[in-house]
T-cell receptor, first 115, second 114 residues
Framework: GAVVSQHPSWVICKSGTSVKIECRSLDFQATTMFWYRQFPKQSLMLMATSNEGSKATYEQGVEKDKFLINHASLTLSTLTVTSAHPEDSSFYIC???????????FGPGTRLTVL | AQTVTQSQPEMSVQEAETVTLSCTYDTSESDYYLFWYKQPPSRQMILVIRQEAYKQQNATENRFSVNFQKAAKSFSLKISDSQLGDAAMYFCAQNTGTASKLTFGTGTRLQVTL
């Protein structure tokens, strides 16, 4: 149990376009989802925390207008990278928790390459 | 602010031997959790072991165990009988009970040799 999926697993886009990444909890209701970014050979950096039905809370230094997060249901959160640029190329990972349970369950990640 | 420090960028261990990965943390919270995650080349984050701060007993999961020293804010991971499949990046992480936000260390790359 506690499976989190991400789609797509890999995406290449042109500079200036927008890309949407989906994060789904397959067998539980995710009251909170987290979005991380991981650059090569580096650790995971939390970008934002999203609770179902409310606005996401962004970490300091993360542009909320560039990284749009929507958590419209208890099983789906989306991250949209708007007007992507090559420096946005990274590995994006989501995780989810359910109410009353502390452990985060991670998705397999999405590799974004912006040309 | 919480910080997690892993001072060993890389470690190597021979198959069947034991290795210990170090982690220290800093927090002003009294209620928190500590985790070790494994990230293999597939980059899927896998929970290895977790420790509740209020528990004095060190957590154990098969070949994996921790040495939790609360006063020293130290949380090391011991891997016994190392296997080739243990080769991966290992991240130490901490969260507080209410926020559940994870703070990760910089990671330790573990190599397992024959």
């Amino acid at each position: 149990g506690a499976v989190v999926s991400q789609h797509p697993s890999w995406v290449i886009c042109k500079s200036g376009t927008s890309v949407k990444i989906e994060c789904r909890s397959l067998d539980f209701q995710a009251t909170t989802m987290f979005w991380y970014r991981q650059f090569p050979k580096q650790s995971l950096m939390l970008m934002a925390t999203s609770n179902e039905g409310s606005k996401a809370t962004y970490e300091q230094g993360v542009e909320k207008d560039k990284f749009l997060i929507n958590h419209a249901s208890l099983t789906l959160s989306t991250l949209t990278v708007t007007s992507a640029h090559p420096e946005d190329s990274s590995f994006y990972i989501c995780s989810a928790i359910t109410s009353g349970y502390n452990e985060q369950f991670f998705g397999p990640g999405t590799r974004l390459t912006v040309l | 602010a919480q910080t997690v420090t892993q001072s060993q960028p890389e470690m190597s261990v021979q198959e069947a031997e034991t290795v210990t990965l170090s982690c220290t943390y800093d927090t002003s919270e009294s209620d928190y959790y500590l985790f070790w995650y494994k990230q293999p080349p597939s980059r899927q984050m896998i929970l290895v072991i977790r420790q509740e701060a209020y528990k004095q007993q060190n957590a154990t999961e098969n070949r994996f165990s921790v040495n939790f020293q609360k006063a020293a804010k130290s949380f090391s991971l011991k891997i016994s009988d190392s296997q080739l499949g243990d080769a991966a990046m290992y991240f130490c992480a901490q969260n507080t009970g209410t926020a559940s936000k994870l703070t990760f260390g910089t990671g330790t790359r573990l190599q397992v040799t024959l």
